[in-house]
């Protein structure tokens, strides 16, 4: 990519870049939320919750639906904008302080500084068109 070509991945402000960082930083926690979510059962004992929730099976599923939509976007972005290197562009942008030297000296990434700044911010780019397009609610 040149520089016209990554003028291309600006996100409109700074603001958004930063609200999809923080999703993309929960990355972790929504894997584990989903696979709790996947294997707790509600007790069936029969005594009465205050929890407010009338069906918690479904309560947990719409949840898990959510969180899986989410994740899915994440990892799609991540193969697209980095090709055989998305598994090393996921854990750099889903690492909070991580940058080119970070992931370079683990072995994550095999490319130029420059290079991976550009696929970061095409990263960015796709997710925050997945996000647009689908109508999701960062929130």
């Known amino acids: 990519m040149n520089t016209k070509t990554l003028k291309t991945y600006r996100l409109h402000s700074r603001a958004r870049f930063e609200e999809l960082q923080r999703i993309v930083w929960q990355y972790r926690d929504m894997l584990e939320e989903m696979d709790s979510l996947a294997t707790a059962a509600p007790s069936l004992d029969g005594m009465p ?3 407010g929730t ?3 099976t479904h309560a947990a599923a719409v949840r898990r ?4 939509t989410r ?8 193969r697209v904008a980095a090709g055989d290197m998305a598994k090393g562009l996921l854990q750099t942008v889903t690492t909070r302080g991580s940058s080119y030297e970070w992931a370079r000296s683990r072995g994550l990434i095999y490319m130029g500084r420059r290079q991976f700044y550009e696929t970061r911010a095409h990263f960015f780019w796709l997710l925050d068109r997945a996000f647009s ?3 999701h ?3």
């Open 133 to 135: 397009q689908k109508g």
């Open 65 to 68: 639906d959510y969180l899986s």
């Open 71 to 78: 994740v899915m976007a994440i990892e799609w972005a991540a």
């Open 54 to 56: 009338s069906d918690p």
């Open 49 to 51: 919750r205050g929890t």
């Open 137 to 139: 609610s960062l929130s």
